[in-house]
Nanobody, 120 residues
């Protein structure tokens, strides 16, 4: 059984910063890609940023230069540092991790989501 727990969302003003965390626990034998997705009200969920197990990253264009994704493999945790936040960043943010089980199979696991609201 694997569980992902997110934290760090909240209500901020435009221009401020937030840091999201997502920690995995349970039966974990390795983690490949970790990522953050977001779902604005009434819209679909889309990729924000992801990081591979060798540290390679990619970002959606709208957050490049403002958001930074990082990971702590010893803690099975992925972070998203968000700076210069804009009202259009308002969404529910979800983390996803690709986790290996005892049989060597990888599965995708999602966090419960954390609300980020940016006021103008």
């Amino acid at each position: 059984q694997v569980q992902l727990v997110e934290s760090g969302g909240g209500l901020v003003q435009a221009g401020e910063s937030l840091r999201l965390s997502c920690a995995a626990s349970g039966s974990i034998f390795g983690i490949k890609t970790m990522g953050w997705y977001r779902q604005p009200p009434g819209k679909q969920r889309n990729l924000v940023a992801r990081i591979t197990n060798d540290g390679g990253t990619n970002y959606t264009d709208s957050v490049k230069g403002r958001f930074t994704i990082s990971r702590d493999n010893a803690k099975n945790t992925v972070y998203l540092q968000m700076s210069s936040l804009k009202p259009e960043d308002t969404a529910v943010y979800y983390c996803k991790q690709e986790i290996k089980d005892a049989q060597g199979w990888y599965g995708s696991y999602w966090g419960q989501g954390t609300q980020v609201t940016v006021s103008s």
